[in-house]
């Protein structure tokens, strides 16, 4: 990238000015995007009269677990909690054996229509799915699914699909076709050569394409609001958060500890697939 | 290609076939149904079954043309989805090019965050940014000194708080793409260009933005289509479109329509029409791509 003299290290700052000046923004940028995640955490921790006071500071001293308690108590949050992760991981596991089937499909095999399913598929990525909201209301009452979780897991199933055999492709790819010819000499069959060889080597980019399903379904407000109308049972986490988020009266420490609550295992995820992430990144948007 | 995978058979079809069920039932089929229900007349007596559906032709669309507060809304969306876009890809930009200059710490320090920001789902980026400009309890109004300024009461202050919360948490999606096409840039071509003395913005325009046109191409094609169709964060943070629906858009609007006001033809309408919009840009992608000579 820099021409290799600027890759030494230097303990002089004055001899760099320019780079210095680069790492002493990117770092204030750093701190800058992460104080509202700083702020949230904080906020959850704060003991009552420090959240709800006028003079806010960047600390605590008293951490507290009050806001945490309302929450869980006040609420059925750790049943929200579970409904989340079912329809998330739902549509993770069913949209990733789909997606790596499919894509499988497009880049393995040349068929007729090949290139006008692959535009096909380009094309839904870009269906704005919040419009489909109506017609999936009425589909998902003549199912019967409404008040169920399974009016949230269908639709994101679908609307994960596209993007995810559109990323998948890449790894599908890199697998080299030597592999396939020599499973086959050696008398695989192509279900075997499929599950067996295939998918254990393609895991990594399923790994990393679930993320944006999960994220998709974890995140889900516009569905959660629309389908689950009268059963709170099947509520998910971003509508048990609004129960605290009253427009006139906020309980900011709730809000903040169930915002908590909601955003660690994202993150979480987030950080242990990200190398992965930006690989395929890469590779969807390079071929 | 090898002969293995040149044999026509069926096999592809059958590893398709549960997409294709799949999208077909819940993408493709809700897509027909939205055009159908939106000419019709569809409201709650509809939907209970009182009245019978009745076929009204253009109805739903030449009530929403006629209707001034149609047209405030497509504005709306569309300056706003422009700023955001336009906002979320230089800073997403950038910072790429941050990245590039610096060393390891500030570079995995900036990532984390980033990757922080983008992990975020939207409700909680909507609720935390809220807490952090609220008029009474936010540390932004003390640090700026704005007393208890509400930023949600006026309309253009309220999209700018949408707007910073859209930036950030879309701005890593643009900056780690775009970073990971300068890497892939090889080194060779930035040395010989610092060579003949050009200048960073120089070696940016004349270099890097040229080599890295693909990846810009699917950055601002997928910004647009995200920033167009924001629901969540405008329905947190303006508590579902501002007051008297000053900050709506299209989205929001669609939703009001259909399940608060129960008009669900006159919802549907709004679907298609931002479904269409969409859709031209996604014509103009695919052209792109095509000129650029992609290979599918």
Request: proline share 6%.
């Amino acid at each position: 990238m820099n021409p290799p003299r600027l890759n030494r290290p230097r303990l002089n700052p004055l001899r760099h000015p320019w780079r210095t000046a680069a790492e002493a923004s990117a770092l204030i940028v750093a701190v800058v995007v992460a104080f509202p995640l700083y702020w949230m955490v904080l906020g959850a921790f704060k003991p009552a009269g420090e959240i709800e006071s006028t003079e806010p500071r960047p600390w605590t001293l008293a951490p507290s677990l009050d806001s945490f308690r309302r929450v869980f108590g006040q609420q059925d949050f750790g049943r929200y909690f579970v409904n989340s992760l079912v329809v998330a991981g739902s549509v993770v596991i069913v949209s990733a054996l789909i997606a790596f089937l499919a894509a499988t499909a497009v880049t393995r095999f040349r068929f007729r229509f090949r290139t006008t399913l692959l535009i096909m598929f380009l094309v839904a990525q870009m269906v704005p799915v919040e419009a489909l909201t109506i017609p999936l209301f009425f589909q998902m009452r003549d199912f019967g699914l409404l008040n169920t979780l399974g009016s949230l897991v269908l639709p994101h199933i679908a609307f994960s699909l596209p993007f995810a055999i559109w990323m998948l492709r890449g790894f599908v790819k890199g697998v080299p076709e030597a592999l396939e010819e020599a499973a086959y000499i050696d008398g695989a069959s192509r279900s075997r050569f499929l599950w067996q060889i295939l998918f254990p080597l393609v895991l990594p980019g399923l790994v990393a394409t679930s993320a944006f399903s999960f994220i998709s379904a974890w995140n889900d407000f516009l569905f959660a609001k629309s389908f689950i109308i009268s059963d709170t049972s099947q509520s998910t986490l971003p509508m048990a958060l609004l129960v605290f988020f009253k427009p006139d009266e906020p309980d900011w420490g709730g809000v903040m500890a169930a915002s908590t609550v909601m955003t660690i295992p994202v993150l979480v995820f987030f950080v242990l697939v990200q190398r992965r992430l930006v690989s395929g990144l890469g590779g969807a948007v390079k071929d | 290609m090898t002969s293995v995978t040149h044999r026509p058979t069926w096999t592809p079809w059958l590893y398709l076939a549960p997409a294709l069920l799949v999208l077909g039932g819940l993408l493709v089929y809700p897509i027909w149904q939205l055009g159908l229900i939106s000419f019709f007349r569809y409201t709650q007596a509809q939907v209970s079954g009182g009245e019978p559906t009745t076929f009204q032709g253009f109805g739903n669309y030449s009530a929403l043309f006629s209707d001034p507060q149609f047209w405030q809304v497509l504005l709306a969306t569309v300056l706003f989805a422009a700023a955001c876009v336009v906002s979320t890809l230089a800073v997403g930009c950038a910072l790429a090019v941050l990245l590039t200059r610096v060393r390891a710490v500030p570079r995995l320090a900036l990532m984390l965050a980033a990757l922080g920001a983008w992990a975020t789902p939207a409700v909680t980026g909507s609720t935390v940014w809220l807490f952090l400009f609220d008029p009474d309890f936010g540390p932004v109004n003390r640090l700026l000194g704005l007393g208890d300024h509400s930023w949600t009461y006026g309309r253009l202050s309220a999209f700018l708080l949408v707007l910073l919360e859209v930036v950030w948490c879309s701005f890593p999606f643009v900056m780690v793409t775009v970073y990971a096409g300068i890497r892939a840039v090889p080194a060779e071509v930035l040395e010989a260009a610092a060579l003949d003395g050009a200048s960073q913005w120089r070696i940016w325009r004349s270099v890097l933005a040229p080599m890295l046109r693909p990846i810009l191409t699917v950055v601002t094609i997928q910004s647009v289509i995200w920033d167009f169709k924001v629901f969540t964060q405008i329905y947190v943070m303006t508590n579902g479109g501002g007051i008297a629906g000053q900050n709506l858009v299209l989205n929001v609007y669609a939703y009001q329509q259909a399940f608060a006001s129960s008009q669900y033809g006159l919802g549907s309408a709004i679907g298609v029409v931002m479904l269409l919009i969409l859709l031209a840009v996604t014509l103009v992608y695919l052209r792109l791509l095509h000129r650029q000579g992609e290979d599918l």
